[in-house]
Nanobody, 122 residues
Framework: VQLVESGGGLVQPGGSLTLSCAAS????????IGWFRQAPGKEREGVSC????????YYVDSVKGRVTISRDNAKNTVYLQMNSLKPGDTAVYYC????????????????WGQGTQVTVSS
């Protein structure tokens, strides 16, 4: 099982980034994929999640209207499009999988990627 995040970087406030989570080693279209983030000194929090079929999504209140999650099961990849980025979005972003429905609980996910750094600063 492997999950590899990419697409992070340094962006100015108000800018955009698209993160990717490329999966391998398991039947991708059977799993929900969640995006989490962890800022220095803070607990890891759920940002968004998409169900195995893509028909159900979840967003934490702080990103609603600014973030869109999507998946391409043919490419075994989940995307997180982030717009109107704020300094408070600065964190390491992780993707993780679970075999059933989405949950915002960190403990609900057994396999994680290594993370990608997003820094929002002028």
């Amino acid at each position: 099982v492997q999950l590899v995040e990419s697409g992070g970087g340094l962006v100015q406030p108000g800018g955009s980034l698209t993160l990717s989570c490329a999966a391998s080693g398991f039947p991708f279209d059977y799993y929900s994929i969640g995006w989490f983030r962890q800022a220095p000194g803070k607990e890891r929090e759920g940002v968004s999640c998409i169900s195995s079929s893509g028909g159900s999504t979840y967003y934490v209140d702080s990103v609603k209207g600014r973030v869109t999650i999507s998946r391409d099961n043919a490419k075994n990849t989940v995307y997180l499009q982030m717009n109107s980025l704020k300094p408070g979005d600065t964190a390491v972003y992780y993707c993780a999988r679970r075999p059933t429905f989405c949950t915002r609980s960190v403990s609900g996910y057994a396999y994680w990627g290594q993370g990608t750094q997003v820094t929002v600063s002028s």
